[in-house]
């Protein structure tokens, strides 16, 4: 089968299932991707919690996850992926990491990057990774919510990723923060320690400030900048 076949036959499929499971629940919509493409997915995760994970591995134990390494994390972060890890035994960490090491990048850039352009820093950091990454498969689960942020609103439960070039899971898109939080709270899923510490969107740490009670949760994402997104998901 020719790659370009291949791609069409995914892109159908993204089309069926998005209908068919556009008002599907987490668990259906999990169950259909593993059923669907087995070995062949990978579920992402930014570490910030393990409800995404906690919900695949009640579908099957032995699952590839998705951890964009960027070398600017939260030492909290980088703890509570590898206790992820000791926790959900069956699963793979796929530590995906950039070309160049932070130090290799700021010898050819300067240093702080992230500061004078976020956007390319995201681009080397995140998303070159995330694509090379992606190109092993054929469909990716993400945890990302529709009312993460206006960007996201729209968000389906099943579509087709244009940029990757795979099927894209959105299992918990319509969950609502209740929802999310009571999840976690009635099935003891491991959250960052950062979330409790005024920090309840985590990207990287020269990147991602405190909030305050009561704003935008995604407010200290790049605070300061007109930069809103890393490109990971649009």
Known sequence: MTTTTRTEELKELARDAARTYAEAGAEES???????????????SNMQ??????????ARSDVDV?????????????GTRDAVAHTYPGITVVNATADQSV?????EHGARLHDRDPGLCCNLRKV?????????????????????????????????????????????????????NDYIVRNGILENPLVQD??????CAPCTARVAQGDDPRSGRWAGKSKTECGLHG
């Open 30 to 44: 999990i169950r259909w991707a593993f059923d669907t493409f087995g070995d062949d997915l990978i579920v992402a």
């Open 49 to 58: 919690d393990a409800v995404l994970i906690d919900l695949a591995t009640r």
């Open 66 to 78: 998705l951890f964009l390494e960027t070398g600017y994390h939260f030492a909290e972060t980088i």
């Open 103 to 107: 130090a290799e990048q700021d010898a």
């Open 128 to 180: 070159v990774p995330l694509r090379r990454t992606l190109s092993g498969y054929s469909c990716w689960i993400t945890g990302v919510r529709r009312v993460d942020a206006p960007t996201r609103a729209d968000t389906p439960i099943v579509t087709w990723d244009e940029r990757n070039g795979l099927v894209k899971v959105n299992p918990i898109a319509a969950w609502t923060d209740d929802e999310f």
């Open 198 to 203: 005024g920090f309840p969107s985590i990207g």
